[in-house]
């Protein structure tokens, strides 16, 4: 194996660590919250049940590619993997750390599609507005349903939850939570496997199926192992900020959540095939639900909920501003070539 090549694995090893750490612990966060009673095995079973289904999808139906699209404009660098790509998952892991709501998308991606040549050119851009209108979209989605039902249907999970929801609200988010992982998933698996040529990915040779298929079960095992490893630490630091939101242990507060969630991924995967960051979907979702419940039902302090969702969104530009430098730095001090956007 070549130093290109180990460095293609480092990356892939990073990257799914981190997208799982990341991103996915944001997808599952209520679930994992309002099901902390259980055993993170069998939490952990379910979440890779579907895992590996929408891999096992992916590969049958979209010619072995098992991230949906979303490479198709994103092309393997030239010169194989280089350091400075395997760096964002890297500063990505330390930011998770800190509790830092990253978007791995703009973390991950950014690198390859500011380095990737005229193929890609205007490609940060356009991933730039697709996240800012998704965040929009899921923002204004949750003040506009939040507003309409929070002093009745948030309140009255208030008024109840020491007495415990019934066992059908459990099942009910079991399967919700289950449709907004798949969207997750088909929208994220590309920040993982952007790390592996584009041929063990995506091919009409069937003489490179096995290996396609080789790559993608190894990667699957990896990834499983460190969702299983996150499962185990219940979501780890990044879990803070699911914990901190109203009544975020209850299932029935999880379940239109994941509803809400799980839509607006479905409708941003269906209208290209350009990545965009989930976290900022769920940022936004969150965010429009938490001013509602502060403000119309009168759940939280309106100032705390208002400077909650202000720290969060500096967060998110934090990152933005950190995605972005490394992008255009890093491979500039490297390569003497200024990326264009």
């Given at each position: 194996m070549s130093?290109?090549?180990?460095?293609?694995?480092i990356?892939?090893?990073?990257a799914?660590?981190?997208v799982?750490?990341?991103?996915?612990?944001?997808?599952?966060?209520?679930?994992?919250?309002?099901n902390?009673?259980?055993?993170?095995?069998?939490?952990?079973?379910?979440?890779?049940?579907?895992?590996?289904?929408?891999?096992?999808?992916?590969?049958?139906?979209?010619?072995t590619?098992?991230?949906?699209?979303?490479?198709?404009?994103?092309?393997?660098?030239?010169?194989?993997?280089?350091?400075?790509?395997?760096l964002?998952?890297a500063?990505?892991?330390?930011l998770?750390?800190?509790?830092v709501?990253?978007?791995?998308?703009?973390?991950?991606l950014?690198?390859?599609?500011?380095?990737?040549?005229?193929?890609?050119?205007?490609?940060?851009?356009?991933m730039?507005?697709k996240?800012?209108?998704?965040?929009?979209?899921?923002?204004?989605?949750?003040?506009?349903i939040y507003?309409?039902?929070?002093?009745?249907?948030?309140?009255?999970?208030?008024?109840?939850?020491?007495?415990?929801a019934?066992n059908?609200?459990?099942?009910?988010?079991?399967?919700?939570t289950?449709?907004?992982?798949?969207?997750?998933?088909a929208?994220?698996?590309?920040?993982i496997?952007v790390?592996?040529?584009?041929?063990?990915?995506?091919?009409?040779?069937?003489?490179?199926?096995?290996?396609?298929?080789?790559?993608?079960?190894?990667?699957?095992?990896?990834?499983?192992?460190?969702?299983?490893?996150?499962?185990?630490?219940?979501?780890?630091?990044?879990?803070?900020?699911?914990?901190?939101?109203?009544n975020?242990?209850?299932p029935?507060?999880?379940?239109?959540?994941?509803?809400?969630?799980?839509?607006?991924?479905?409708?941003f995967?269906?209208?290209?095939?350009?990545?965009?960051?989930?976290?900022?979907?769920?940022?936004?979702?969150?965010?429009?639900?938490?001013?509602?419940?502060s403000?119309?039902?009168?759940?939280?302090?309106?100032?705390?909920?208002?400077?909650?969702?202000?720290?969060?969104a500096?967060?998110?530009?934090?990152?933005?501003?950190?995605?972005?430098?490394?992008?255009?730095?890093?491979p500039?001090?490297?390569t003497?070539?200024?990326?264009?956007?």
């Amino acid at each position: 194996m070549s130093g290109i090549e180990i460095l293609g694995v480092i990356g892939f090893a990073l990257a799914a660590y981190s997208v799982v750490a990341n991103d996915a612990i944001q997808t599952l966060g209520t679930f994992l919250r309002s099901n902390q009673k259980r055993h993170w095995g069998v939490l952990w079973l379910f979440a890779a049940a579907i895992l590996v289904a929408v891999m096992a999808y992916g590969f049958q139906t979209n010619a072995t590619d098992v991230a949906y699209g979303r490479l198709n404009r994103i092309p393997y660098p030239e010169g194989g993997i280089q350091w400075y790509h395997i760096l964002p998952p890297a500063v990505l892991i330390l930011l998770t750390r800190l509790s830092v709501p990253v978007s791995t998308t703009f973390l991950v991606l950014t690198m390859f599609a500011l380095t990737g040549g005229a193929t890609t050119e205007g490609l940060m851009g356009s991933m730039l507005i697709k996240s800012v209108l998704g965040y929009g979209v899921a923002f204004a989605s949750a003040v506009v349903i939040y507003t309409l039902i929070s002093r009745i249907y948030e309140r009255w999970i208030d008024r109840t939850k020491e007495e415990g929801a019934a066992n059908y609200w459990y099942v009910f988010q079991w399967i919700t939570t289950g449709f907004l992982w798949w969207q997750w998933l088909a929208q994220d698996l590309a920040n993982i496997f952007v790390f592996l040529p584009r041929e063990t990915i995506v091919t009409g040779d069937e003489t490179q199926v096995v290996i396609a298929a080789s790559t993608v079960i190894w990667g699957g095992l990896l990834t499983l192992g460190l969702l299983a490893f996150t499962f185990s630490r219940r979501g780890g630091k990044i879990q803070d900020i699911v914990n901190v939101k109203t009544n975020t242990d209850d299932p029935r507060v999880g379940t239109l959540v994941d509803i809400m969630f799980g839509i607006i991924l479905l409708i941003f995967k269906e209208m290209n095939d350009i990545p965009m960051s989930t976290t900022w979907v769920f940022m936004g979702l969150i965010a429009g639900r938490e001013l509602a419940v502060s403000y119309v039902a009168g759940l939280r302090d309106r100032m705390e909920a208002f400077l909650d969702v202000w720290r969060d969104a500096g967060r998110l530009l934090f990152g933005l501003v950190v995605s972005v430098a490394l992008a255009v730095l890093i491979p500039w001090a490297a390569t003497g070539n200024m990326p264009t956007f």
